[in-house]
């Protein structure tokens, strides 16, 4: 079986982009949050989440994200509860995915949430990617045009950098493209030779 490495960061921390450099050294990357969002507008998902939180959620059969945003960020309950429905499907999929990866010597599975949905176990080594407050939120509004009100929001229903560092096996501080293209280096080098 391949080994699985976790990437994982607080919203606006940049994982998307430290994804993307694991990728050009050839490692298998799934992105968690985009199979999620494929995931939950399937119709049999819809369903499920309609039946749960109301019509109000869903627009034009698909996932009305902003409605769905408002309720589950101020609401730690509604949010364990859309939770129950995501994750057992993403797990499942992601499950099928790493079969057809199986002979690589290692993939990078990337999620916002790794610890607080405890799956830190199903991983060999785990990568944190962090950067400046100020910074992430640049990105984030930039990126989402939300207000810093609604980052923040959602910056609080995470773990902390401090909770995710001390359980990482990796930190890459994501503040400048160059800094952090080393530091992918340097810990792709390193996997591959724990692997030898």
Same mark, same amino acid.
């Given at each position: 079986?391949?080994?699985?490495? @976790?990437?994982?960061? @607080?919203? @606006?921390s940049?994982?998307?982009?430290?994804?993307?450099?694991?990728?050009?050294? @050839?490692?298998?990357?799934?992105?968690?949050?985009?199979? *999620?969002?494929?995931?939950?507008?399937?119709?049999?998902?819809?369903?499920?989440?309609? /039946?749960?939180?109301g019509?109000?959620? +869903?627009?034009?059969?698909?996932?009305? $994200?902003?409605?769905?945003?408002? +309720?589950?960020?101020?609401?730690?309950?509604?949010?364990? /509860?859309?939770?129950? +429905?995501?994750?057992?499907?993403? *797990? #499942?999929?992601?499950?099928?995915w790493?079969?057809?990866?199986?002979?690589?010597?290692?993939?990078?599975?990337?999620?916002?949430?790794?610890?607080?949905?405890?799956?830190?176990?199903?991983?060999?080594?785990? +990568?944190?990617?962090?950067?400046?407050?100020?910074?992430?939120?640049? $990105?984030? *509004?930039? $990126?989402?045009?939300?207000?810093?009100?609604?980052?923040?929001? $959602?910056?609080?229903? /995470?773990?902390?950098?401090?909770?995710?560092v001390?359980?990482?096996?990796?930190?890459?501080?994501?503040?400048?493209?160059?800094?952090?293209?080393?530091?992918?280096?340097?810990?792709? #080098?390193?996997?591959?030779?724990?692997? #030898?």
């Amino acid at each position: 079986m391949t080994t699985i490495v @976790g990437l994982t960061g @607080g919203i @606006g921390s940049g994982k998307t982009t430290v994804a993307k450099m694991f990728q050009d050294l @050839g490692v298998p990357v799934y992105i968690a949050d985009l199979e *999620a969002k494929q995931i939950t507008n399937e119709p049999e998902t819809l369903k499920l989440i309609e /039946q749960q939180f109301g019509q109000g959620v +869903i627009e034009n059969e698909q996932l009305n $994200r902003a409605a769905m945003a408002e +309720i589950v960020f101020t609401n730690p309950a509604k949010l364990s /509860q859309l939770n129950a +429905i995501i994750h057992p499907l993403v *797990a #499942e999929h992601f499950k099928k995915w790493i079969q057809k990866h199986k002979s690589e010597k290692f993939i990078i599975k990337e999620t916002a949430i790794l610890f607080e949905t405890n799956n830190q176990h199903t991983c060999d080594f785990v +990568i944190t990617v962090t950067a400046p407050i100020k910074i992430r939120l640049d $990105r984030v *509004a930039k $990126r989402d045009s939300i207000s810093e009100k609604e980052i923040l929001n $959602r910056i609080n229903n /995470q773990w902390t950098d401090e909770q995710r560092v001390a359980k990482s096996d990796f930190v890459i501080n994501n503040t400048t493209i160059e800094q952090t293209e080393m530091q992918v280096s340097q810990i792709f #080098e390193e996997i591959i030779k724990s692997l #030898e």
